[in-house]
């Protein structure tokens, strides 16, 4: 009997010895994902985007984004000044990615219908953090898709890579 008690404690003990090595250094991971964003929110250049998705590492996603535009619609077209947008990645356990793009190289579909401005974007994205497993993540990924501002969605694919 005494035999059986060491020998349950040892196994317990081996037990935490294995999950506490298991929290190794970060690893770069290759990272692919499909994201879909419809707009809910608009103020002066800013948009509020809710985003959908499914990505590797993160399986089904919610989250959302804030994108400042700046542009300004002339007799010749829309000038694209600067661009930036941030925001988050919730998986389905909560765990959370952020994000941050200072270009999200938007290409204008010509001729161009300010009320209709339609196009391709393709930019990079860089990953800033995040909670759960990815707390202290970072990475990048290409992001390439469309928009349509008269039907507020965009929809992207992204390639990269993720270290958590």
């Not at 707009?39 to 998705?53: F, M, N, R």
């Not at 469309?146 to 958590?164: C, D, H, P, Q």
Request: with cysteine; charged share 15%.
């Amino acid at each position: 009997m005494k035999s059986l008690k060491i020998l349950l404690v040892l196994c317990i003990m081996l037990g935490f010895t294995v999950s506490a090595n298991s929290q190794g250094k970060p690893v770069e991971k290759p990272f692919k994902g499909q994201f879909y964003a419809v707009v809910t929110e608009e103020y002066g250049p800013y948009e509020v985007l809710s985003i959908t998705g499914n990505a590797t590492h993160t399986g089904t996603f919610t989250g959302d984004f804030k994108f400042d535009r700046i542009f300004t619609v002339a007799p010749g077209g829309i000038l694209i000044g600067e661009t930036i947008y941030d925001g988050t990645i919730i998986t389905a356990n909560g765990d959370k990615i952020f994000f941050e793009s200072e270009d999200p190289g938007m290409i204008l579909d010509l001729p161009i219908n300010p009320a209709n401005v339609t196009g391709i974007m393709s930019g990079w994205t860089t990953f800033t953090g995040g909670t759960g497993r990815f707390l202290n993540c970072s990475g990048a990924i290409l992001t390439t898709g469309v928009f349509n501002t008269s039907l507020n969605y965009a929809m992207w694919t992204s390639e990269g890579w993720i270290k958590y």
